[in-house]
């Protein structure tokens, strides 16, 4: 048998050198329901073309998400602005660690060219964490959307923003440049934090949805939350309770998907009949729409989810 060694990938530096310390977690084997096909049609080829062209960076690629091939043949794709790095080293997160550069000042406009390229009806901006920078970036995310709606004016925006810790007047900037839609996830119950998400406070994220709300009373707001982490069910239903305080409008629930073995281990795969149970229990705690399944991804299905929700506003 013949045995080949990839020269390159022995040269090539670790993608996530800051966990190189971390022991090697086990990985469980996915089961059936979890197991998406390989990408390869023509329409996953033309839209990666057009993000190489536009040099951007998508969460599509670099968070590893299951869904690529399915959305990226459909010409949709989750813009991921201020580079590729994240200063934060979260358990779950496949995104680069380390220290940002500069921001692209053209990168406002590459964006808007892409989404406009795409013929996208609804466009998803998603971000690094930049601590580094003042104000976390909240004025970049206003540049993106101020370029999409001058050159695709019937385009609705949706960001998923991080938490902005610290940076006052972050939030009220990202608001002020009127997206249609307002998300930043929890990412998982407040006991998993100091292991899964050490670099953030779960009440300030909390309070982060709840202040959108008091800024925009009318701005749709969105969080979402992955399960098989080792919580409770307890825990996600007192999640639910927290963003419902808050006044959050969409709820989406998903599978973690664990990235290697540096990272944090799935501690279970949570069937598909749990998740249509929390769906049920969210709709009935008063979520206007509530995406729960396996493959749920905060950007999976956005522009289609984002018109029903419209739809059962106006309706009601």
């Known amino acids: 048998m013949a045995v080949v060694i990839d020269t390159l990938a022995a040269t090539r530096p670790p993608r996530h050198p800051e966990k190189a310390h971390r022991p090697d977690q086990p990985v469980l084997r996915k089961p059936d329901w979890i197991r998406v096909k390989a990408p390869v049609s023509a329409g996953y080829l033309q839209t990666r073309r057009i993000v190489r062209d536009n040099g951007l960076h998508t969460v ?17 794709a989750t813009f991921m602005i201020m580079g590729d790095t994240c200063t934060r080293a979260c358990a779950f997160c496949n995104v680069k660690t380390g220290l ?67 940076k006052d007047g972050a939030i009220e900037t990202v608001v002020a440049a009127r997206p249609d839609i307002f998300n930043h996830n929890l990412e998982t119950v407040p006991s998993k934090y100091l292991s899964v998400r050490p670099g953030a406070r779960y009440f300030a ?20 939350i992955m399960v098989g982490l080792g919580e409770a069910r307890e825990e996600v239903l007192q999640v639910m309770d927290d963003l419902r305080a808050a006044n959050v409008d969409f709820l989406t629930i998903g599978q973690y998907l664990q990235p290697s073995r540096k990272h944090h281990a799935v501690v279970r795969f949570v069937p598909p009949e749990e998740f249509k149970a929390l769906a049920a229990i969210a709709q009935a705690k008063g979520f206007s729409m509530v995406a729960a399944s396996p493959l749920t991804r905060s950007s999976h299905h956005a522009g289609e989810d984002f018109a029903r929700l419209k739809a059962l506003r106006t309706a009601r």
Do not use: Y
Request: aromatic share 4%.
């Open 60 to 76: 599509c690629e670099e968070a590893g998400c299951p869904n690529i091939g399915e959305c990226w043949e459909h010409r949709h």
């Open 205 to 224: 994220s909390v309070r982060l949805l709840q202040r959108v709300k008091e800024v925009e009373p009318h701005m749709f707001t969105k969080s979402g």
């Open 100 to 166: 940002p550069g500069a921001l692209d000042t053209a990168e406002p406009d590459h964006v808007a060219e892409a989404t406009r390229k795409l013929g996208l009806a609804h466009v998803v901006i998603t971000s690094v964490d930049r601590d580094d920078l003042d104000d976390g970036g909240a004025a970049h995310f206003a540049a993106v959307i101020g370029a999409i709606r001058a050159r695709c004016p019937d385009t609705t925006i949706e960001v998923l923003t991080p938490d902005f810790l610290r």
